[in-house]
């Protein structure tokens, strides 16, 4: 008899056969200490794991034996009960146990189909598995096994199954994040190996604590999480895990605090003639959140602790005019002021923008990116040296390299999310310039909180006046002729469109070839009669800030582009977009292209082409649709989190904080708050000190990318 199959044999569906978690606490505790190194070694050394294997694990995050630990399950099987053979009723799912009596298999077209007779003390069924051919290698007449699918006319479709001591077919069986090549039950064996070493994974906090907290031992909750008896275990693993997690990360914060509290900045008192002058050549008047900003900017400047302010407002709500405020202030008492962003094209982008602003200033801008040749890089670091760059644009190389500023006083960091935290602290380490960060995600609150900590925050809730709203259409592109008609008419009104082509993530250099391929088709035919530019990544520096300039200055009609012009891209006189192929951009992204338009008091559109709903995904038809019935930034973050599932953090990626597994940003709220309160009655040392350095390491590698 297996013996998995009395376990969840009952009505109960409570218990399983998971021997995890039940015998935990009748292990025998060793003296010895955990050996995390064991964790740290390549997955390779597990068994059933050779360079293939390897390769597909690490496809998925997985390189290190830690990993399958850390990484937890997607979702657990539902329980369903345990049924007779002459009970099967109808479709629903059921597990039943038996004796193969004999098998067979044959192909039909490309359809590879095992069939095996499998009987109980009540009677006998024809169970069937499709293209899993291996499975008839493991069969033998007279084993026991258990099964878990659903019962058709045909026989009982196997959805998983479980021979001598194996638990597949367990009622919350872990389901992990698989690909096509990696099975579940390859996923789960090498969860079984790992979660083996499970003891070395330590444990950072403090008993008192988790007496507490109620907190389960670190290593009692990753074994719960992976083989939990319920789904209330599961959930109490999850949380624990997720508290530790902000604990860390509070640690973190706090670490980056106190290294503040001891920098000194130089205060700047109030602003004058210049910040007057400037004020003076803009052609609108600032909006009240504008205004309120700036104020909230000059309190901050006049301190003699770094200012670490965070920037908030959605798309084209103005905050470049308030950036350069800031890094005007610096220029006025005499210093410099820098402006970061995140890639070079967002960085030439600024560039533009300040430089044709300040021009009339007399302010002297700098651009200095990694691409520059190196008598040029020289030269450009001469004047950062020397100051007579006053304001210098660049992407964060600015931080990374040895780049020696006279006298850096303010720090304007565009996108800071994209930043780890890590390369806020080398900001603040190196130098301490104060600091204005700036992002165009909104971010829910309580994220904020949890990525940012104490950073003080100014926000542009309310759009410039003339502002109206981008409509918003989506069009199958069956249909795109009329989008494209649209756009002519706006061209012919002289107005200015953007093209945006799809997304190829794994070739820039076809993406580039698809948007180049797609400028010459429109050159030839929707758009024969306009002219038309083509940006995308793969173009030099210098090719794509002429293009940019002139496509600024009105010698081109449409500039068919890449995401390259994501953000930062500003041309008020662009007031249509078209998207192709819309569906394979994600939501933000989207809302940051859509954003390059309607900059101006003209109507702007923003035509979003797909094909047919049928033929997309549920989850492309619901960005979509929720694209056109929201402009609101703060409303699509939270769609899109519920879009992709509460486990994802917004834009994880981005915020570098992809490695806070287990938060749900909405469920954690209070478990924050404790976090946070924890966090202060802790000693930032030992394990959990090298938790917050592998925090801070991390996110300063993901910034990099
Ligand atoms: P963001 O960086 O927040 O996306 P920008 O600073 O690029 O937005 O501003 C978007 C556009 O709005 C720019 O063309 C800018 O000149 C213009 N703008 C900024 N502030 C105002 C204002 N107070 N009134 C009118 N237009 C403004
Ligand atoms: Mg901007």
């Given at each position: ?267 700047l008192t109030q602003p004058g003639p210049l910040l007057e002058r400037y004020r003076g050549a803009l052609p609108f008047t600032l909006t009240a959140d504008q205004e309120r900003a700036i104020a909230e900017i000059d309190v901050d400047l006049a301190?003699?602790?770094?200012m670490?302010r965070?920037l908030?407002g959605?798309?084209?709500s103005g905050k470049t005019v308030v950036a350069l405020y800031a890094a005007l202030r610096a220029v006025e008492a005499g210093k410099q002021g820098a402006l ?10 600024h560039f533009l923008t300040l430089d044709e602003l300040c021009g009339g200033l007399g302010v002297r801008v700098s ?22 760059a006053q304001i210098v644009v ?14 850096l006083a303010v720090a304007v960091?565009d ?18 310039p104060h600091?204005l960060?700036m ?19 100014s926000?542009l809730?309310?759009?410039p ?105 500003d041309?008020p ?133």
């Amino acid at each position: 008899m297996i013996a998995v199959a009395r376990a969840t044999r009952t009505a109960v569906r409570f218990p399983t056969p998971f021997a995890g978690v039940g015998e935990a606490g009748s292990w025998p505790r060793t003296r010895s200490a955990s050996r995390p190194e064991r964790l740290d070694a390549p997955v390779g050394g597990l068994q059933g794991v050779g360079p293939t294997i390897a390769r597909r694990l690490a496809r998925i995050g997985i390189r290190r034996i830690g990993d399958l630990v850390w990484q937890g399950p997607r979702r657990y099987e539902r329980p369903v009960a345990t049924k007779r053979i002459s009970e099967l009723f109808g479709d629903e799912e059921a597990v039943i146990e038996g004796t193969v009596r004999s098998f067979s298999s044959r192909r039909r077209g490309r359809l590879k189909i095992l069939t095996a007779r499998v009987a109980d003390e009540t009677g006998e069924i024809k169970a069937t598995w499709f293209n899993q051919p291996w499975v008839e290698n493991r069969l033998a007449p007279g084993a026991q096994i258990r099964l878990r699918g659903r019962s058709n006319r045909f026989g009982f479709a196997v959805s998983s199954y479980d021979l001598e001591g194996e638990e597949e077919t367990a009622d919350f069986a872990p389901v992990y994040p698989a690909t096509e090549d990696l099975s579940q039950k390859k996923l789960r064996d090498l969860r079984a190996q790992a979660l083996a070493l499970v003891r070395d994974v330590g444990e950072p906090l403090p008993a008192s604590l988790r007496t507490r907290e109620q907190l389960p031992a670190r290593h009692d909750a990753l074994l719960m999480l992976h083989r939990p008896r319920a789904l209330v275990e599961a959930e109490l693993a999850r949380s624990a895990l997720a508290f530790e997690e902000l604990v860390v990360l509070q640690l973190a914060l706090l670490r980056q605090a106190a290294v503040r509290e001891e920098a000194f900045a130089e205060p700047l008192t109030q602003p004058g003639p210049l910040l007057e002058r400037y004020r003076g050549a803009l052609p609108f008047t600032l909006t009240a959140d504008q205004e309120r900003a700036i104020a909230e900017i000059d309190v901050d400047l006049a301190r003699t602790t770094p200012m670490q302010r965070l920037l908030q407002g959605d798309v084209g709500s103005g905050k470049t005019v308030v950036a350069l405020y800031a890094a005007l202030r610096a220029v006025e008492a005499g210093k410099q002021g820098a402006l970061m962003a995140p890639t070079e094209t967002l960085a030439e982008q600024h560039f533009l923008t300040l430089d044709e602003l300040c021009g009339g200033l007399g302010v002297r801008v700098s651009l200095l990116t990694s691409s520059l040749k190196a008598r040029e890089h020289a030269t450009v670091r001469q004047l950062i040296a020397s100051g007579d760059a006053q304001i210098v644009v660049g992407t964060h190389a600015l931080i990374q390299e040895e780049v020696d500023f006279r006298d850096l006083a303010v720090a304007v960091v565009d996108e800071q999310h994209r930043f780890g935290v890590g390369q806020r602290s080398a900001l603040v380490h190196g130098r301490s310039p104060h600091v204005l960060h700036m992002t165009a995600t909104p971010i829910p609150r309580t994220l904020a909180l949890t990525v940012y900590g104490d950073l003080e925050t100014s926000e542009l809730t309310v759009l410039p006046a003339n502002r109206k709203p981008v409509i918003t259409r989506w069009v199958s592109d069956e249909r795109s002729s009329e989008a494209y008609r649209r756009l002519r008419r706006h061209l012919d009104d002289g107005r200015q469109a953007f093209v945006v082509c799809p997304l190829i993530e794994e070739s820039e250099t076809r993406f580039a070839r698809a948007a180049e391929a797609e400028a010459e088709r429109l050159r030839a035919a929707e758009l024969a009669a306009y002219r038309i530019g083509c940006l995308h990544g793969r173009l030099r520096p210098a090719e794509r800030r002429a293009l940019m300039a002139s496509f600024k200055a009105g010698e081109l009609d449409v500039l068919v582009a890449t995401t390259v012009i994501e953000v930062g891209v500003d041309v008020p006189n662009a007031t249509i977009m078209i998207v192709q192929e819309a569906d394979r951009f994600g939501l933000a992204q989207l809302h940051q292209l859509r954003g390059r338009v309607g900059r101006g008091a003209e109507q702007s559109y923003c035509l979003l082409v797909s094909r047919p709903p049928e033929e997309l995904t549920e989850s492309a038809v619901e960005r979509l649709q929720a694209l056109v019935e929201t402009n609101d930034g703060f409303e699509l973050a939270e769609r899109d989190l519920e879009i992709r599932g509460e486990g994802q953090l917004i834009g994880a990626r981005q915020s570098g904080f992809s490695d806070l597994r287990f938060v749900h940003l909405r469920r954690d709220r209070e478990l924050l708050e404790r976090a946070r309160d924890a966090a202060r009655t802790l000693a930032d040392e030992g394990l959990l000190a090298e938790e917050v350095d592998r925090l801070l390491g991390e996110a300063e590698h993901l910034g990099d990318s």
